[in-house]
C-alpha cells in the first residue's frame, strides 16, 4: 500500500519526463531545441539539489558537491581519451570514481561537525581542483583542459527532417540521459525516506550521541549518505562534460556547482523528494532569466534566494505549505470539537 | 639552494602575517562574540579592496585617504547586515546560520562581479606603490612594511580594547555568558551589532591595504574566508591571542612554498588548501 503511494506520482512523473521532448517539439517546432535545453538544466539541477539533500538529511552540510561533478566529468574524458572502450562507459565510471572518493572523504571526515566539516569539504574540492589541474598536460590536459566527444551524433536526412531537428535530436539524447538520471536520483532519495534509514538519519542530524545510544551505527550511516548522495552527482558531471564538449578545472570544480545544489534544496525544501525537484524548476527559470540579463554575476540570484529563505521560509516551500495544511486541519479539527462540545 | 632566497620568503612571509592577522582577528571577534561563523567575511574584505579603488579612480583620492571612508563605511554594512539578518538567526540551527552567511557571500561577490566586472583593477601610478629599501640583500616593500606595522597596531589595540574598554570587557561577558552578561544589564544585541560591525571595519581596512599591495578581483573574498577561517582554527576558536602566531604560521608557509617549490606561484594555494584539510582533520582524530 505504501509503496503505490510512492510509486504511482513517480512512475507519472517519469512518463511525463519521457513523453515532454515530443510535447515541446509537437508545440513550438524549431523554438523546441531551446527549451529542451532550458528543461534539461532544470531537470539537473533537480539531480544536484535532490542528492546534495540525501547528504544532509545526516545533519552535514557538506561543500564539496562540485568535486564529486568535476570527478565525473574528469573521469569519462580520460576514460575516452586513454583506453578504448565505449564513450557511454565512462559514465557510470564517473559515477562509481565520484561515489569511492567520497566514501573516503567520508571516512576521514566523520568526526567533524558543522562549520569544521564545511570547511574541510570546501578546501577538498579546492585541493582536487588543483590536483587535476597539475596532473601532466599530454595526459589530463592541464589548466586549459580537455576537449571531450559528444555521445551522439545524429545523421541528418535531408529528405525528412529540417536542419534545426538535428540540434533537437542531440539535445534529446542528453535530455533523457538527465531524465534518467533524476529518476535514479528520486529512487535513492525515497529509499532513504521510507526506510529505516530515515530514523537513523534523522536521529544522527538531531543528536549523533543519542543515535548511538539507540543502536544507529552514525559512522557507517555518514559513509552511506555520502556514497548515495555522490554516485549521480558524478554520473550528472560525466554527462555534462560530454553535453558541452570540453571540460577545464575551473569550470568542472566551480563554487558555483555547490551553491546550486545546496540553494535549491533550501528553497524547495530540506529533506524532502519534492522540494529540491520543485525549487529546481523554479531556480533553473530564475537563472535563465538572469543569465540574459547579467553576464558576470547572474549568481546573485541564488545568494539572493538562499538569504530570503533562511530568513523568511526557513523550511522551503514545500515545509511552508505542509506547515499551513497541518495549521489548518489542526484548526478545523479543534472548530469541529468546539462545535460538538456546544452543542452537548 | 640560495640562502638569500630563503631569506627573502621568510621575510615576506612575515610582512604578509601581519594582513592576515588583521582579517582573522575580525573573523574570530565575530566567531567569539556572537558564535556566527561568518563565511562573508572575506567579503567584507574584498568590498573594503574595491571601495578603494572606486575612491581613487573616480575621485583621485589617495589609499591613506580613503581608510577614513572605508572603515565607516564596512562598519555601517556590518551594522545594517547584522540588524537586516544576522540578528534574526542567532536561534536557528547552525546548518541555517552558515547557509545565511554563505548567501551573503555570494550576494556580495556577484554585486561586486556586477559593479566592478571580473578582471583583477589595479590602482596603478601612485608613486609610494614602488617604493622599497634594500637591507642586506633583503628588499623590503614601503607599503608591506607599513601595512604590516598598521595591522599589528590594530590587533594590539583590539587587545588592549577587549582587556581595558567598557565596551571591550562587556564584549567578554556576553561572549562568556549570554544570559548572565543581559542579567547584569548588558544589552547583548547592541553588544554584538558593535561586534559584527566591527569585524567588518577591520576586514575592509585589510581590503584598502590589498588594493595598495595586490591587484584585487572581486572573487578574492572566498579565498580569504578560508584563510581567516584556517587561521582562527589554528589559533583554537573564539581565542584571540592565538592569532598573531598562527598568521605567522600560515603566511611563512604560503611564501615559502611558492618561492621554494617549482610552480610555487600557482601551487601555494592549494597546498594551503591542503594544509586547511589536514590540519582540521589531524585535529578531529587527536580531540576525539
Redesign the interface.
Known amino acids: 500500500m505504501r509503496l503505490w503511494r510512492d510509486l504511482l506520482p513517480v512512475a507519472a512523473f517519469a512518463a511525463l519526463l519521457w513523453f515532454l521532448p515530443d510535447l515541446l517539439r509537437a508545440g513550438a517546432g524549431r523554438a523546441s531545441v531551446s527549451y529542451l535545453s532550458l528543461v534539461t538544466n532544470a531537470v539537473g539541477l533537480a539531480v544536484l539539489a535532490l542528492s546534495w539533500d540525501v547528504l ?1 538529511r545526516t ?1 552535514q ?1 557538506s561543500l564539496a558537491h562540485a568535486a564529486f561533478y568535476g570527478t565525473g566529468a574528469y573521469v569519462t574524458t580520460l576514460v575516452a581519451r586513454h583506453l578504448d572502450l565505449p564513450l557511454w562507459v565512462g559514465i557510470p565510471a564517473g559515477g562509481a570514481v565520484a561515489a569511492l572518493l567520497a566514501v573516503g572523504l567520508g571516512v ?5 561537525r ?3 566539516f ?3 569539504t ?3 574540492t ?2 582536487l ?3 587535476f ?2 596532473l601532466p598536460t599530454s595526459f589530463a590536459g592541464g589548466a586549459a583542459g580537455m576537449n571531450v566527444a559528444p555521445l551522439f551524433r545524429p545523421a541528418f536526412d535531408p529528405a525528412t527532417m529540417e536542419r534545426w531537428e538535428i540540434a533537437f535530436l542531440r539535445n534529446e539524447g542528453y535530455y533523457l540521459l538527465y531524465a534518467g538520471l533524476l529518476v535514479l536520483t528520486i529512487g535513492i532519495s525515497l529509499w532513504t525516506r521510507r526506510s529505516r534509514l530515515r530514523q537513523a538519519f534523522t536521529a544522527i542530524r538531531t543528536n549523533e550521541e543519542v543515535a548511538g545510544v539507540m543502536g544507529v551505527r552514525p559512522a557507517r550511516m555518514k559513509v552511506l549518505a555520502f556514497a548515495l548522495s555522490s554516485v549521480s552527482v558524478g554520473m550528472l558531471g560525466a554527462i555534462h562534460a560530454h553535453r558541452v564538449g570540453s571540460v577545464v578545472p575551473e569550470g568542472a570544480f566551480s ?1 558555483a556547482t555547490t ?1 546550486f545544489a ?2 535549491t534544496p ?1 528553497f524547495g525544501g530540506l529533506y524532502t523528494t519534492l522540494g529540491p525537484i520543485l525549487g529546481a524548476g523554479l531556480l533553473a527559470g530564475i537563472e535563465e532569466t538572469l543569465k540574459r540579463n ?1 553576464a ?5 540570484g ?6 530570503l529563505s ?2 523568511f521560509m ?1 523550511r522551503g516551500i514545500v515545509g511552508t505549505v505542509r506547515g499551513v495544511a497541518r495549521r489548518r486541519r489542526a484548526a478545523a479539527a479543534a472548530a469541529a470539537r468546539a462545535s460538538e462540545g456546544g452543542a452537548r | 639552494m640560495d640562502l638569500s632566497l630563503i631569506v627573502q620568503a621568510v621575510v615576506s612571509g612575515v610582512l604578509s602575517s601581519g594582513l592576515y592577522a588583521l582579517v582573522s582577528v575580525g573573523l574570530a571577534l565575530a566567531i567569539g562574540v556572537i558564535g556566527i ?1 561568518n563565511f562573508a567575511h572575506g567579503e567584507f574584505f574584498m568590498v573594503g579592496a574595491f571601495l578603494t579603488y572606486t575612491l581613487f579612480v573616480a575621485f583621485g583620492i589617495d589609499p591613506v585617504v580613503a581608510v577614513l571612508f572605508v572603515a565607516p563605511a564596512l562598519f555601517l554594512l556590518g551594522a545594517v547586515l547584522y540588524r537586516t ?1 544576522i540578528q ?2 542567532l536561534e ?1 540551527p ?3 546560520q ?3 552567511t ?13 559593479i566592478w ?2 578582471d583583477p583593477v589595479s590602482i596603478a601610478g601612485i608613486a609610494y606603490r614602488s617604493v622599497g629599501f634594500k637591507i642586506l640583500g633583503v628588499s623590503v616593500g614601503l607599503v608591506q612594511l607599513v601595512s604590516f606595522a598598521v595591522s599589528l597596531a590594530l590587533v594590539g589595540g583590539l587587545y588592549f580594547a577587549l582587556s581595558r574598554s567598557r565596551l571591550g570587557r562587556a564584549m567578554r561577558a556576553v561572549a562568556q555568558n549570554r544570559v548572565g552578561a543581559s542579567l547584569v544589564g548588558l544589552e547583548v544585541n547592541r553588544v554584538y551589532l558593535v561586534a559584527f560591525a566591527l569585524s567588518a571595519l577591520l576586514a575592509g581596512i585589510g581590503g584598502v591595504m590589498i588594493a595598495v599591495i595586490q591587484s584585487p578581483t572581486p572573487t578574492i573574498g ?1 579565498a580569504f574566508t ?1 584563510k581567516a ?2 587561521i582562527v ?1 589554528l589559533a583554537g576558536l573564539g581565542n584571540i591571542r592565538g592569532i598573531l602566531a598562527a598568521s605567522l604560521v600560515v603566511a611563512l608557509s604560503e611564501s615559502l612554498v611558492a618561492t621554494l617549490v617549482p610552480n610555487g606561484g ?2 601555494s ?2 597546498v594551503f ?2 594544509i ?2 589536514l590540519a ?2 589531524w585535529r ?2 587527536r580531540t ?1
Open positions: 544532509a545533519g552540510l576521514v571526515t566523520l568526526r567533524l558543522g562549520i569544521y564545511a570547511i574541510a570546501l578546501a577538498f579546492e585541493v581542483r588543483a590536483f589541474r597539475q563554487v551553491v545546496l540553494v533550501i547579467l558576470d554575476g547572474y549568481l546573485i541564488y545568494g539572493l534566494v538562499l538569504v533562511i530568513l526557513p | 561563523v539578518t534574526h538567526v536557528a547552525e546548518l541555517n552558515m547557509l545565511l554563505f548567501g551573503i557571500g555570494i550576494v556580495l561577490q556577484n554585486l561586486a562581479l556586477l566586472g571580473g572566498l578560508l577561517f584556517s582554527v600557482t601551487l594555494n592549494a588548501f591542503a586547511i584539510f582540521l582533520i578531529s582524530r576525539a
